[in-house]
Protein backbone atom coordinates (compact mmCIF):
# COMPACT_ATOMS: atom_id res chain seq x y z
CA UNK A 1 0.00 0.00 0.00
CA UNK A 2 1.31 3.06 -1.14
CA UNK A 3 -0.96 6.34 -0.23
CA UNK A 4 1.25 9.80 0.86
CA UNK A 5 -0.66 12.21 3.42
CA UNK A 6 0.65 15.66 3.51
CA UNK A 7 1.72 17.42 6.66
CA UNK A 8 -1.46 19.61 5.98
CA UNK A 9 -3.89 16.16 5.82
CA UNK A 10 -1.78 14.50 8.94
CA UNK A 11 -3.14 17.93 10.49
CA UNK A 12 -6.80 17.72 9.90
CA UNK A 13 -6.49 13.76 10.72
CA UNK A 14 -4.36 14.60 14.53
CA UNK A 15 -7.33 17.54 15.14
CA UNK A 16 -9.97 15.20 14.59
CA UNK A 17 -8.87 12.27 16.32
CA UNK A 18 -8.01 15.11 19.39
CA UNK A 19 -11.53 16.53 19.03
CA UNK A 20 -12.59 13.31 19.15
CA UNK A 21 -11.49 11.97 22.69
CA UNK A 22 -11.09 8.32 21.63
CA UNK A 23 -9.17 5.97 23.05
CA UNK A 24 -5.86 4.27 22.58
CA UNK A 25 -7.19 1.87 20.05
CA UNK A 26 -8.82 4.39 17.93
CA UNK A 27 -7.82 5.64 14.34
CA UNK A 28 -9.07 7.81 11.64
CA UNK A 29 -10.98 5.70 9.14
CA UNK A 30 -11.35 6.82 5.73
CA UNK A 31 -13.36 5.69 2.68
CA UNK A 32 -12.24 6.30 -0.72
CA UNK A 33 -14.80 4.73 -3.43
CA UNK A 34 -14.87 5.56 -7.31
CA UNK A 35 -16.84 8.47 -8.36
CA UNK A 36 -17.94 9.03 -11.66
CA UNK A 37 -16.50 12.60 -13.40
CA UNK A 38 -15.82 13.42 -9.73
CA UNK A 39 -13.80 10.85 -9.15
CA UNK A 40 -13.58 9.95 -5.63
CA UNK A 41 -16.44 10.07 -3.09
CA UNK A 42 -15.10 10.03 0.42
CA UNK A 43 -16.49 9.33 3.95
CA UNK A 44 -14.17 9.88 7.33
CA UNK A 45 -15.01 9.15 10.86
CA UNK A 46 -13.36 8.57 14.26
CA UNK A 47 -13.70 4.94 15.35
CA UNK A 48 -12.93 3.05 18.46
CA UNK A 49 -11.20 0.46 16.29
CA UNK A 50 -10.65 -1.12 12.80
CA UNK A 51 -13.37 -2.68 11.15
CA UNK A 52 -13.25 -6.07 9.84
CA UNK A 53 -11.11 -6.43 6.63
CA UNK A 54 -9.67 -2.78 7.65
CA UNK A 55 -5.68 -2.14 7.03
CA UNK A 56 -3.78 0.34 9.60
CA UNK A 57 -1.83 2.60 8.74
CA UNK A 58 0.10 4.90 10.75
CA UNK A 59 0.73 8.36 9.49
CA UNK A 60 2.58 10.21 11.98
CA UNK A 61 2.56 8.58 14.51
CA UNK A 62 -2.15 8.57 14.30
CA UNK A 63 -3.44 5.32 12.90
CA UNK A 64 -5.45 5.37 9.85
CA UNK A 65 -7.75 2.40 9.04
CA UNK A 66 -8.46 2.30 4.88
CA UNK A 67 -11.31 -0.71 4.12
CA UNK A 68 -9.77 -2.56 0.86
CA UNK A 69 -11.55 -0.15 -1.49
CA UNK A 70 -10.19 2.53 -0.01
CA UNK A 71 -6.72 0.89 -0.30
CA UNK A 72 -7.55 0.17 -4.11
CA UNK A 73 -8.18 3.65 -4.47
CA UNK A 74 -5.23 5.20 -3.18
CA UNK A 75 -2.84 3.40 -4.12
CA UNK A 76 0.09 5.53 -5.24
CA UNK A 77 -1.87 8.77 -4.42
CA UNK A 78 -1.25 11.64 -2.62
CA UNK A 79 -3.85 13.15 -0.40
CA UNK A 80 -3.80 16.66 0.66
CA UNK A 81 -6.12 18.81 2.62
CA UNK A 82 -7.28 22.67 2.21
CA UNK A 83 -8.68 25.05 4.41
CA UNK A 84 -9.11 28.19 2.86
CA UNK A 85 -11.83 31.12 2.85
CA UNK A 86 -12.74 29.48 -0.75
CA UNK A 87 -12.47 25.62 -0.08
CA UNK A 88 -11.97 23.19 2.71
CA UNK A 89 -11.67 19.58 2.09
CA UNK A 90 -9.29 16.83 1.31
CA UNK A 91 -7.64 16.86 -2.58
CA UNK A 92 -6.62 13.09 -3.70
CA UNK A 93 -3.99 13.49 -6.38
CA UNK A 94 -3.40 10.11 -7.96
CA UNK A 95 -1.35 9.89 -10.94
CA UNK A 96 -2.13 6.35 -11.87
CA UNK A 97 -5.81 7.06 -12.69
CA UNK A 98 -7.31 8.84 -15.90
CA UNK A 99 -9.56 11.74 -15.28
CA UNK A 100 -13.11 12.05 -16.96
CA UNK A 101 -13.16 12.16 -20.51
CA UNK A 102 -16.41 13.47 -21.09
CA UNK A 103 -16.79 17.50 -21.91
CA UNK A 104 -18.31 18.54 -18.67
CA UNK A 105 -15.68 17.81 -16.49
CA UNK A 106 -12.82 19.61 -17.96
CA UNK A 107 -9.59 17.72 -18.63
CA UNK A 108 -9.98 14.48 -19.76
CA UNK A 109 -7.93 12.29 -21.94
CA UNK A 110 -6.34 10.08 -19.70
CA UNK A 111 -4.47 12.68 -17.89
CA UNK A 112 -3.58 12.13 -13.95
CA UNK A 113 -6.67 12.41 -11.41
CA UNK A 114 -7.09 15.20 -8.94
CA UNK A 115 -10.11 15.15 -6.83
CA UNK A 116 -11.21 17.49 -4.63
CA UNK A 117 -13.43 16.47 -2.23
CA UNK A 118 -15.40 19.39 -0.26
CA UNK A 119 -15.33 18.87 3.41
CA UNK A 120 -18.94 20.32 3.37
CA UNK A 121 -19.79 17.43 1.02
CA UNK A 122 -18.89 14.83 3.42
CA UNK A 123 -22.29 14.59 5.66
CA UNK A 124 -21.55 17.78 7.59
CA UNK A 125 -23.96 19.75 6.55
CA UNK A 126 -27.41 19.10 5.19
CA UNK A 127 -29.58 21.00 2.17
CA UNK A 128 -32.15 20.59 0.71
CA UNK A 129 -32.15 20.76 -3.57
CA UNK A 130 -33.94 23.66 -4.46
CA UNK A 131 -33.97 25.50 -1.09
CA UNK A 132 -33.28 29.18 -1.38
Same mark, same amino acid.
Given at each position: ???????????????????????? =?? #? @??????????? $?? !? /???????????????????????FLPAISRISLDGATVDFCDNVL =?? #? @??????????? $?? !? /?????????????????????????????
Amino acid at each position: MDVTFTPAAQEFIRRMMRFSGGGS =EA #G @FRMTVTPGGCS $GY !S /TQFSVEERPAPGDETVSVEGVKVFLPAISRISLDGATVDFCDNVL =ES #G @FTIHNPNAASC $GC !S /TSGGGGGSPSVTKVSVGSIGRRTETKGAP
